[in-house]
């Protein structure tokens, strides 16, 4: 299955949003649990064999809470 990944931005900060599939399918939105991020959390399941089952049907969007992405950068103070 095809990931790509994109930065949205909010009033937060930037967000990134691993997209596994065809943007035009119904989506499924996951978010990890406290302690992970996307990518660990659901890039497993998403990339072998259930992930093309769900691919089918659907896109799925993995969201990573702001500063938990791989290789994030530290929050500022302020």
């Known amino acids: 299955m095809h990931e790509t990944e994109q930065y949205v931005e909010t009033c937060y900060g930037s967000v990134l949003v691993s997209i596994y599939g065809d ?15 996307a990518q660990d959390n659901f890039g497993h399941f998403f990339k072998h064999d259930t992930g093309n089952i769900f691919n089918q049907a659907f896109c799925i969007y993995n969201i990573n809470a702001p500063g938990q992405e791989l290789n994030a950068k530290p929050f500022a103070s302020e």
Do not use: A, M, S, W
């Open 23 to 37: 943007r035009k399918k119904l989506p499924i939105v996951t978010f990890h649990d406290i302690g992970l991020n």
